[in-house]
C-alpha cells in the first residue's frame, strides 16, 4: 500500500506481554501452605480471600487489599470465573498460592473493563478462612478437669473467660484484657447460637476451642467495625463457675415443701388481695431464707413481676385466691409462675 514500499526492509520493536495456548489449563503455584491444614477447600465451599490481581507482565488490574476488605464467594459453582474457580479447590485457610488463568478460562476475547481482550490473569490470593454452609459448630476440648461431672445445660448461669480470634489468628476480643468474666444463662438467647451449641456440656474448669461458622454466629453482615462478614469465629474458652438452673419453663422453686396456706403467707394484710408489692416482699424473703431459688442470672425484679404478671390473670393489679395457682396446679395455660 502506501505506507511501505516495495522491496522495503521492515523492523519491528516488539514486547512480548503474554502468549498462551487454547489447550492451556489453569496454572497454580503454590507460594505458601500452612504446615497444619484440617481441611482443603471443596466444591460449595464459602471461600473469604484477599487477591492482586495482574497481567502477566505485571500490570496490576485488581487488588482486593486496596478496598479493604476480602472477596467473599462460593467455590466450584460459577460464581467467579471458570479459571479462579478451579483454582480457588484445594486450598488451605491461611495457604497462598498464585493461579494464572488463560483467556478462555477468564475474560476471554473481549476482556472486561481494565483487562485487555485475550489477557493471560495472574492471581496472587491469600485465604483468610472458608466454611461449608452444612457446618457446624467444631469443639476441641483442651484440658477437662478429673473430676467433671456436673456439666452445663440449658438455664446454667455461668461465668467464663475468652479469646475470640478469626481463623487467620486475628484477635477480635478478650475477656482477659477487660479483666472480667462473661457472664450468660445458658440456651437464652444472650450469645450467638453457636457460642451456645459450644458451651453445652461443659464442666467448670474445663478450656476448650470452639469454632463457629459465619451462619452460626455474626452471618453475612458481621459487626460494624468488629467481626468481618462471613466469618468464621474462634473462641478459646475456660469455664470458672457454673450455677445450676431451674427446669424448663420455671423461673422460681421451692426447695422444700410448699406451704397449704401460701397464699395466706403471702397476703400480709389479709384483705384476700396481694399487690405486687406483698408479691415481691415474700419470694425474696423465701429466697433469702434458702427456702426457695430463682432461676440465676436474672433480673429479679423482672422475674417476679413477670411471675407476679402470670398470677393477675385478669390483669386488674391484683392477685385473687381463686386466681393464685402452683404451676403444678396449671391444666391448660403455661406460665413461668410458682
Not at 485488581?62 to 476480602?70: A, C, F, G, H, V
Not at 438467647?189 to 458451651?199: E, F, I, S
Amino acid at each position: 500500500g502506501k505506507e511501505i514500499p516495495g522491496q522495503a526492509s521492515l523492523v519491528f520493536d516488539v514486547v512480548l506481554l503474554d502468549l498462551h495456548n487454547p489447550k492451556d489449563g489453569v496454572t497454580i503455584e503454590n507460594q505458601h501452605v500452612p504446615e497444619s491444614c484440617e481441611r482443603r477447600s471443596q466444591t460449595g465451599d464459602f471461600l473469604r480471600y484477599h487477591y492482586n490481581g495482574t497481567l502477566l507482565d505485571g500490570t496490576l488490574f485488581d487488588s482486593s487489599y486496596s478496598r479493604n476488605r476480602t472477596y467473599d464467594t462460593y467455590v466450584g459453582k460459577g460464581y467467579v470465573i471458570a479459571g479462579m474457580d478451579e483454582g480457588l479447590l484445594g486450598v488451605c485457610t491461611g495457604e497462598k498460592r498464585r493461579i494464572i488463568i488463560p483467556p478462555h478460562l477468564g475474560y476471554g476475547e473481549e476482556g472486561r473493563g481494565k483487562i485487555p481482550g485475550s489477557a493471560v490473569l495472574v492471581f496472587d490470593i491469600h485465604v483468610v478462612d472458608f466454611h461449608n454452609p452444612s457446618d457446624s459448630v467444631s469443639i476441641t476440648v483442651n484440658y477437662k478437669p478429673s473430676n467433671c461431672t456436673v456439666l452445663s445445660k440449658k438455664g446454667d448461669y455461668l461465668k467464663y473467660h475468652y479469646n475470640a480470634s478469626l481463623l487467620d489468628g486475628t484477635l477480635l476480643d478478650s475477656t482477659h484484657s477487660l479483666g472480667k468474666t462473661y457472664n450468660i444463662v445458658l440456651g437464652s438467647g444472650q450469645v450467638v447460637v453457636g457460642m451456645d451449641m459450644g458451651l453445652q456440656d461443659m464442666c467448670v474448669g474445663e478450656r476448650r476451642k470452639v469454632v463457629i461458622p459465619p451462619h452460626l454466629g455474626y452471618g453475612e453482615d458481621g459487626v460494624e467495625g468488629e467481626v468481618p462478614g462471613s466469618a468464621v469465629l474462634v473462641f478459646d474458652i475456660e469455664l470458672l463457675e457454673l450455677v445450676s438452673g431451674l427446669p424448663e419453663g420455671y423461673m422460681f422453686v421451692w426447695n422444700g415443701e410448699v406451704s397449704p396456706n401460701l397464699f395466706e403467707e403471702i397476703d400480709q394484710n389479709h384483705d384476700g388481695e396481694v399487690l405486687l408489692e406483698e408479691f415481691s416482699e415474700y419470694i425474696q424473703a423465701q429466697v433469702d431464707s434458702g427456702r426457695g431459688k430463682l432461676a440465676p442470672g436474672f433480673d429479679f425484679e423482672k422475674i417476679v413481676k413477670n411471675m407476679f404478671t402470670n398470677q393477675d390473670r385478669d390483669g386488674n393489679g391484683k392477685v385473687t385466691a381463686e386466681e393464685f395457682k402452683l404451676k403444678d396446679q396449671e391444666t391448660k395455660e403455661e406460665h413461668d409462675e410458682l
